[in-house]
């Protein structure tokens, strides 16, 4: 199973709240986990991505956690603002092979 | 520098006529990648190029679906004898290593 799931498929959050993304993942052989934001009308653009070597990573107010007996992993965004309501998609690959990408989460920060 | 761009930005056809999308990669990158998504939804893989080797073309959707690279850059993208569930937005990606660099899609309208 190449399957990665993504939840949830929405979310609303007021601004400062801290949304949380999670992704599972089936095979083992994944070693790269990218988190990839999109605006509408613009293609994704990576955000933050992670190996399975780290349990956590920080980007300014982006984080992940990476869990990886659970095979699973989940983005965190401190401090929401209005700017970050976006469609987030996790993806995992093995390698740069094609990756395999969540169905991806709706986030609206309202102000 | 510049990025992955893509044309025509929006191609608005008729049922049955045939269509071509273009996708320009970075410069230098290697590794080209085709997806499909409709409104709302996540990104369905269509086709993947890697440098000179035979193209993975495991996520085109029926035989009506083509694509080249010419050179091991520009790509193009062919629709044939559109379909209105053709609607949708094509994004084209490109990458060197692991992170994938994406275009801002062509919006296709099949009426």
């Known amino acids: 199973q190449q399957q990665v799931k993504q939840s949830p498929q929405s979310l609303i959050v007021q601004k400062g709240g801290i949304p949380i993304i999670n992704c599972a993942y089936e095979?083992?052989?994944?070693?790269?986990f990218p988190w990839y934001q999109q605006f509408p009308g613009k293609g994704p653009a990576l955000l933050i991505a992670i190996r399975p070597d780290v349990s956590e990573k920080k980007e300014g107010r982006f984080t992940i956690s990476f869990n990886k007996s659970a095979k699973q992993f989940s983005l965190h965004i401190m401090d929401s603002q209005p700017g970050d309501s976006a469609t987030y998609f996790c993806?995992?690959?093995?390698?740069?092979?094609?990756?395999?990408f969540g169905r991806g989460t709706s986030l609206i920060v309202h102000p | 520098g510049a990025g992955v761009s893509q044309s025509p930005s929006n191609k608005v056809t008729e049922k049955g006529k045939d269509v071509e999308l273009r996708c320009d990669p970075i410069?230098?990158?290697?590794?080209l990648y085709w997806y499909r998504q409709s409104l709302g939804q996540g990104l369905e893989f269509l086709i993947y190029f890697q440098g000179n080797s035979a193209p993975d073309k495991s996520g085109l959707p029926s035989d009506r679906f083509s694509a080249e690279r010419t050179g091991g850059s520009v790509s193009t993208l062919t629709i044939q004898r559109t379909q209105q569930e053709d609607s949708a937005v094509y994004l084209c990606?490109?990458?060197?290593?692991?992170?994938?660099?994406f275009g801002p899609g062509t919006r296709l309208t099949v009426l």
């Open positions: 990606a490109s990458s060197l290593a692991y992170t994938q660099y």
């Open positions: 095979n083992t052989a994944f070693d790269y």
């Open positions: 410069s230098g990158h290697t590794a």
């Open positions: 993806a995992a690959s093995r390698g740069s092979y094609i990756p395999t």
